[in-house]
C-alpha cells in the first residue's frame, strides 16, 4: 500500500499548524487573566497530578467513570499507535516492524486488545448520551450539548472501526503478519475479496483513519473536549489550599476590587474555563441548583468561556470588551446577578469536579466587584452590612451585650496566664437565642471536664465569614485586621469555636494575616475529652433515633466528618443515622455564603429539601454543629408542621449525658 | 443650584445606657453613627444630583470628630461636605443649632441657588424634630415636613410637590423653591459606599468652618445663644411584671389569662 504522499503531506502540515495556532489562540486568550502564582510546591502539584489526572480519582467515584477512566488510558495507549500512524504517513519505512519482533507483536496486540476496548467503552458512552442520560445531561441546558460530544465519539468509533480494518485488509493481503487478533477477525471477513478490492480497502481505510485523526485533532482546542489538552496541566496547576479559601485584597487608591469583566479573573480561572467538560457533576450537587434557583456553577464556568472567546479579539486590541460578564438577566457569556447571590459557598461544586475546577471562588469574585466596585446586592444585604461594620455582630444588637449570655456562669474573662483555650463564642452564639443555650452547653462541658477557659465578652467582634463570602472583603479585612491585632495583644494561641464559620474563618482565612492558630471545633474538643477519659458521661442522653447534618464549613471545608459522629455515639449509645446525602456529599442547609441574612424566594426552599430527607429516617433528633444549620432544621422543620423530630447540637446532646438521672 | 442635607453625628443609641446612679448617658466607648433618618436625606439630595445635575453639599454641626461622618458623606459621593465646629457652638439647642446651620446655608447660597435643604425628620439622640423647621424659619423657607416622596420636582419653574406622610394618611403639598424638608426613612434606600469612593473620601479634605468664617454674635450661638437646657436624664421607673399561668402544661388557659389581664388593663381592645 503507497500512501500519495503529495496530497497526505501538505494536509498533515495543515493540520499541524492549524492545531498549533488554535493552541497559541487559547493560550493568548488565558495570558489575558491577572496573575496568580500556581507553580509553587512542585511536588505537591505532581501528587495531585497523579491522582485526579492519572488516577481519575474524583471520575471513578461515579459508576460511570470507570468508562471514561478506560478510555483515558485507551487514549494514552493509542497515542503511541496513532503516534506511529502519523509518521509512517510521512516516512513509509517507519514502523513498529522496526522494533524487534517480540515487542513489535506485542505491542501489536495490545493496540488490537485497546483499540477494541475503546470501542466497546464509546458504544457505551453513546448509548448512556441517548438512551439513558442521567438528569444533569439531560436538561434544556446541557442537551443541545450533547451534539459534540456525539460527533467525538462517532470520531474516536471512526477512527477504531477504520483501524480494524485497514489492519484487517493488511492481514487478508498477507502483508501484516503480527498478532492483530480482533483485526484478524475483520481479514477472515474479508477474506473472499480480490487482492485489489483488500487494497481499495486497505488504502480507503487509511485515509479514513489519517483524516479522522487530523481532524479529532483540530477538533479538541475548540471545542468542550479542549479537556483532553488541558485537564492534567489544570489538575496540576490547582489550588494546594485546603480548604480554597478566597485571596486577600489589597486596599489601595487604583486598585480594582474583584472581577467584574473576564479580563479581571486570573490566567487560572480562565484556564478552567477551557478546560471544563461540561460532565454536569457540580450542578448535579448544586443546592442552589437543585432547589430551582438560577444558579448552575457549570454555566458560570461555561459563561466565562463564552465571554472570553467573545471579548478576546477586542481584548487583544487593549481595548474592553462588550459582551458583559456580569448583568440582571442571564444570558449566554453573561453570569446573572441573582445566580451569583445564590451561592451558599458550600463547596459541593468544588469538591466534585473531577479536573479541580474552582467555581465557587470564581462566584465570590464576582460577588466582590458587585459590592465593591457598584454597591449592587440584595437590598437585605445593606442592613446586615452596616449591622456587621457598625455593631460589629449581624443583627446589630448592642456589642456591650455579648456577654450576657453567660451571666449564669459568672464572669469567665480570658487571660493567658490562667486560661487554656478561648472561647470564641461568634455572633450566634452570643446573640441567638437557640445558639445561646448550645454556648452554655459548651460551656458547662468544658468546666466540667476541668478545661480553663475564658472569653472576650464585650470586647469580641464577629468573624467576618459571611462578609467575605459575600465578597465584602473591605469590611471583613477590616476586622480580620483588629481580631488579629486583639488575639496577638491578648496572647491567644489556642481557641474552641462552637460555630463552623467561626472556625473555618479563625484558622484558614486568618492565616493571610499571617497568624496561625490552633482552632479547634467543640466537636473535635468534645471527641478528645472524651477519648481522654477527661470527660465521663454518666448516662446515655435519650433523644430517640438521631440523625447527623454535616455542616459544609465543618465537614467539606475542613474535613471534620468523624468527631460529631464519635460524639453522638459516646453520649446516645447509638451511632447516628446517615442522610443519603452525607459526609463529603452532604447537602447545605441553605445558610452559608451569607445565605443566612438573605431571603430566599425563589424555587424551593433548600432547608426544606434538607429536612425531607432527614425525615425520610424517621428520626426523632435532627443533630447539627452548627448554629446557622440548626436555624435552618428548625425552620424546615416547623415549614414541613414537623416540631415533633426536635433538633439538637452535639453539645446539647452531651450536656443531656452529662445530667445526672432524674 | 445648590441642594444642602444636614446630618448630624449622633452616638449609636441602641448601644447608649443610661447610669442608674448617676442618671447620665454612658457615653464611653460607644460608637457615633450618621443619624439614621440623615442618611436618607443625604440619599435624596444624592438622587436629585444624579437625576438634575445640581450640586449636592453635605453640612454638619459638631465636634471635630463629626468630620469622620461627613467623611461618611463624601464616601457616597457628595460633592462637598462643610462642618461648622468653633468652640462657641458647643452646647447648643435646637434654636442655636438651627441659627449656625442657617448662616451657614445662607453663605453657601450666595454662589449658588438654593432650591432644596434635606433634614432627617428628627435625630435618634435629641429627638426634638425642631432644627429642621428651625432652619427653615430662620431662612424663611417653605416647610415640607414628613415627606416620604417627591411627587414633581420642577427646576425650571421652582416649584416643588411632596407627599407626606402622616398618622393614617397622606398629604400633597406643592411649594415654591426654596424649601427645607425633612425626610422619613420611606423615602429611599441610602446607597452604599463603593470600596473606590470610600478610599477617595479619606484624602478629601473636609472643610471645617468656625465662627471667624460664620460670624455669628456670640451671644446667639453655643450654650450662651441655648434657651433651653436639660437639668435631668433619667429612666423611668418600670414595674416588676409578674408571671401568670404555666405555658408549659396549659397553654391555652395562660393564653386566656394574659388576654384578661391585657383586656382589664385596656391595653387590648375587643
Same mark, same amino acid.
Given at each position: 500500500m503507497s500512501i500519495n504522499q503529495t496530497i497526505y503531506i501538505p494536509l498533515f502540515a495543515v493540520s499541524v499548524l492549524f492545531f498549533c495556532y488554535s493552541c497559541y489562540q487559547r493560550l493568548q486568550l488565558i495570558s489575558l487573566g491577572t496573575s496568580e502564582n500556581r507553580t509553587d510546591r512542585a511536588g505537591a502539584r505532581f501528587a495531585k497530578m497523579l491522582t485526579y489526572a492519572f488516577a481519575q480519582k474524583r471520575v471513578v467515584q461515579r459508576p460511570f467513570g470507570l468508562n471514561h477512566s478506560l478510555l483515558f488510558w485507551a487514549f494514552l495507549l493509542l497515542a503511541l499507535a496513532n503516534g506511529e500512524f502519523l509518521l509512517e504517513g510521512l516516512f513509509p519505512s517507519v514502523s513498529l516492524a522496526l522494533l524487534p519482533t517480540p515487542l513489535h507483536y506485542g505491542l501489536a496486540y495490545v493496540f488490537d486488545a485497546v483499540s477494541?476496548?475503546?470501542?466497546?467503552?464509546?458504544?457505551?458512552?453513546?448509548?448512556?448520551? $441517548?438512551?439513558?442520560?442521567?438528569?444533569?445531561?439531560?436538561?434544556?441546558?446541557?442537551?443541545?450539548?450533547?451534539?459534540?460530544?456525539?460527533?467525538?465519539?462517532?470520531?474516536?468509533?471512526?477512527?477504531?472501526?477504520?483501524?480494524?480494518?485497514?489492519?484487517?485488509?493488511?492481514?487478508?493481503?498477507?502483508?501484516?503478519?503480527?498478532?492483530?487478533?480482533?483485526?484478524? $477477525?475483520?481479514?477472515?471477513?474479508?477474506?473472499s475479496l480480490s487482492v485489489a478490492s483488500l487494497e481499495s480497502v486497505a488504502l480507503a481505510s487509511w485515509w479514513v483513519h489519517a483524516v479522522v485523526l487530523l481532524v479529532f485533532m483540530n477538533v479538541l482546542p475548540r471545542s468542550k473536549h479542549m479537556h483532553i489538552l488541558t485537564a492534567i496541566p489544570n489538575t496540576?496547576?490547582?489550588?494546594?489550599?485546603? @480548604?480554597?479559601?478566597?485571596?486577600?485584597?489589597?486596599?489601595?487608591?487604583g486598585q480594582r476590587f474583584g472581577v467584574g469583566a473576564v479580563e479581571h479573573f486570573s490566567w487560572k480561572d480562565l484556564l478552567d474555563s477551557l478546560t471544563c467538560t461540561e460532565c454536569g457533576r457540580c450542578q448535579d450537587v448544586c443546592p442552589a441548583h437543585i432547589t430551582g434557583k438560577p444558579l448552575n456553577p457549570r454555566r458560570i464556568v461555561h459563561d466565562i468561556?463564552?465571554?472570553?472567546?467573545?471579548?478576546?479579539?477586542? $481584548?487583544?486590541?487593549?481595548?474592553?470588551? &462588550?459582551?458583559?460578564?456580569?448583568?440582571?438577566?442571564?444570558?449566554?457569556?453573561?453570569?446573572? &446577578?441573582?445566580?451569583?447571590?445564590?451561592?451558599?459557598?458550600?463547596?459541593?461544586?468544588?469538591?466534585?469536579?473531577?479536573?479541580l475546577i474552582e467555581q465557587m471562588p470564581k462566584i465570590v469574585k464576582m460577588r466582590r466587584h458587585l459590592v465593591q466596585e457598584r454597591a449592587e446586592f440584595p437590598e437585605e444585604l445593606l442592613t446586615f452590612f452596616?449591622?456587621? &461594620?457598625?455593631?460589629?455582630?449581624?443583627?446589630?444588637?448592642?456589642?456591650?451585650?455579648?456577654?450576657?449570655w453567660s451571666s449564669l456562669l459568672g464572669e469567665r474573662p480570658f487571660s493567658v496566664d490562667k486560661t487554656e483555650y478561648l472561647f470564641f463564642v461568634g455572633c450566634a452564639g452570643a446573640f441567638d437565642t437557640r445558639a445561646k443555650q448550645v454556648s452554655v452547653a459548651v460551656a458547662t462541658i468544658m468546666d466540667q471536664a476541668g478545661i480553663t477557659w475564658g472569653m472576650f465578652g464585650k470586647e469580641e467582634v464577629c468573624c467576618g465569614d459571611s462578609l467575605r463570602r459575600l465578597g465584602n472583603e473591605y469590611v471583613f479585612d477590616k476586622m480580620a485586621k483588629a481580631?488579629?491585632?486583639?488575639?496577638?495583644?491578648?496572647?491567644?494561641?489556642?481557641?474552641?469555636?462552637?460555630? @463552623?464559620?467561626?472556625?473555618?474563618?479563625?484558622?484558614?482565612?486568618?492565616?493571610q494575616y499571617g497568624l496561625e492558630l490552633e482552632v479547634i471545633h467543640h466537636t473535635e474538643l468534645i471527641e478528645k475529652l472524651i477519648q481522654d477519659g477527661k470527660l465521663k458521661l454518666p448516662r446515655n442522653a435519650e433523644l430517640g433515633k438521631t440523625i447527623f447534618h454535616d455542616s459544609c464549613y465543618l465537614g467539606r471545608h475542613n474535613d471534620t466528618y468523624?468527631?460529631?459522629?464519635?460524639?453522638?455515639?459516646?453520649?446516645?449509645?447509638?451511632?447516628?443515622?446517615?442522610?443519603?446525602?452525607?459526609?463529603?456529599?452532604?447537602?447545605?442547609?441553605?445558610?452559608?455564603?451569607?445565605?443566612?441574612?438573605?431571603?430566599?424566594?425563589?424555587?424551593?426552599?433548600?432547608?426544606?429539601?434538607?429536612?425531607?430527607?432527614?425525615?425520610?429516617?424517621?428520626?426523632?433528633?435532627?443533630?447539627?454543629?452548627? @448554629?446557622?444549620?440548626?436555624?435552618?432544621?428548625?425552620?424546615?422543620?416547623?415549614? $414541613?408542621?414537623?416540631?415533633?423530630?426536635?433538633?439538637?447540637?452535639?453539645?446539647?446532646?452531651?450536656?443531656?449525658?452529662?445530667?445526672?438521672?432524674? | 443650584m445648590l441642594v444642602i442635607s444636614c446630618i448630624k453625628q449622633v452616638p449609636d443609641t441602641t448601644q447608649v445606657k443610661i447610669d442608674p446612679v448617676t442618671n447620665t448617658l454612658i457615653r464611653e466607648g460607644i460608637p457615633f453613627i450618621m443619624n439614621p433618618y440623615d442618611t436618607h436625606a443625604l440619599e435624596e439630595s444624592l438622587r436629585l444630583r444624579d437625576e438634575y445635575g445640581v450640586r449636592s453639599v453635605a453640612l454638619s454641626m459638631g465636634p471635630p470628630n463629626a468630620e469622620a461622618t461627613l467623611r461618611k458623606a463624601c464616601a457616597v459621593g457628595v460633592d462637598d461636605a462643610i462642618l461648622i465646629s468653633d468652640r462657641c457652638f458647643g452646647g447648643a439647642d435646637t434654636l442655636a443649632t438651627s441659627c449656625a446651620l442657617?448662616?451657614?446655608?445662607?453663605?453657601?447660597?450666595?454662589?449658588?441657588?438654593?432650591?432644596?435643604?434635606?433634614?432627617g425628620k428628627q435625630t435618634i439622640d435629641g429627638d426634638t424634630a425642631q432644627v429642621g423647621p428651625g432652619i427653615a424659619s430662620r431662612l424663611s423657607l417653605h416647610q415640607l415636613t414628613l415627606v416620604d416622596r417627591i411627587e414633581h420636582l420642577d427646576l425650571d419653574q421652582r416649584t416643588i410637590q411632596v407627599r407626606r406622610k402622616l398618622e393614617g394618611r397622606y398629604e400633597i403639598v406643592e411649594a415654591p423653591l426654596p424649601v427645607m424638608i425633612t425626610v422619613v426613612r420611606e423615602i429611599n434606600q441610602p446607597r452604599y459606599p463603593t470600596v473606590p469612593m470610600r478610599l477617595a473620601a479619606e484624602e478629601i479634605e473636609v472643610k471645617t468652618w468656625d465662627n471667624s468664617v460664620l460670624k455669628l454674635d456670640v451671644e446667639t450661638v453655643g450654650l450662651k445663644g441655648s434657651p433651653t437646657w436639660v437639668s435631668k436624664i433619667f429612666s423611668p421607673d418600670r414595674d416588676q411584671g409578674e408571671i401568670i399561668g404555666d405555658g408549659v402544661t396549659d397553654p391555652e388557659g395562660t393564653a386566656q389569662l394574659l388576654i384578661d389581664k391585657l383586656l382589664s388593663k385596656d391595653l387590648l381592645a375587643v
Open positions: 477494541l476496548l475503546t470501542l466497546a467503552c464509546v458504544t457505551i458512552a453513546f448509548a448512556r448520551r $441517548l438512551f439513558f442520560a442521567p438528569d444533569y445531561l439531560g436538561n434544556e441546558y446541557s442537551s443541545p450539548r450533547s451534539g459534540e460530544a456525539l460527533l467525538i465519539l462517532g470520531m474516536i468509533a471512526s477512527l477504531m472501526i477504520a483501524f480494524f480494518m485497514l489492519h484487517g485488509a493488511q492481514i487478508a493481503l498477507g502483508e501484516a503478519a503480527a498478532s492483530r487478533p480482533i483485526s484478524a $477477525l475483520f481479514g477472515k471477513v474479508f477474506a496540576y496547576l490547582c489550588s494546594l489550599e485546603q @480548604p480554597n479559601t478566597q485571596l486577600r485584597e489589597i486596599f489601595e487608591k468561556k463564552v465571554n472570553l472567546m467573545a471579548n478576546g479579539p477586542t $481584548l487583544k486590541d487593549g481595548f474592553s470588551g &462588550e459582551l458583559p460578564m456580569i448583568a440582571e438577566e442571564q444570558g449566554e457569556g453573561t453570569s446573572s &446577578e441573582e445566580a451569583l447571590w445564590s451561592c451558599t459557598t458550600c463547596g459541593a461544586c468544588v469538591n466534585v469536579c473531577p479536573v452596616e449591622n456587621a &461594620e457598625q455593631r460589629s455582630n449581624p443583627w446589630g444588637m448592642a456589642p456591650a451585650d455579648r456577654g450576657k481580631n488579629v491585632e486583639m488575639f496577638i495583644e491578648k496572647g491567644v494561641s489556642k481557641i474552641v469555636t462552637a460555630c @463552623p464559620h467561626c472556625f473555618s474563618t479563625l484558622k484558614n482565612d486568618y492565616r468523624n468527631a460529631p459522629r464519635n460524639v453522638i455515639k459516646a453520649a446516645t449509645g447509638n451511632a447516628p443515622a446517615e442522610f443519603g446525602r452525607s459526609r463529603e456529599n452532604g447537602f447545605c442547609c441553605g445558610a452559608g455564603g451569607g445565605r443566612m441574612w438573605m431571603e430566599e424566594l425563589t424555587g424551593e426552599r433548600i432547608n426544606r429539601n434538607r429536612v425531607s430527607e432527614a425525615l425520610e429516617q424517621k428520626p426523632d433528633t435532627l443533630c447539627v454543629s452548627c @448554629p446557622y444549620c440548626m436555624t435552618m432544621m428548625e425552620d424546615g422543620l416547623k415549614d $414541613l408542621g414537623n416540631e415533633q423530630v426536635q433538633v439538637k447540637d452535639v453539645a446539647e446532646v452531651v450536656a443531656e449525658a452529662l445530667m445526672p438521672k432524674q | 442657617s448662616a451657614a446655608i445662607e453663605r453657601l447660597s450666595q454662589d449658588d441657588n438654593l432650591a432644596i435643604v434635606f433634614c
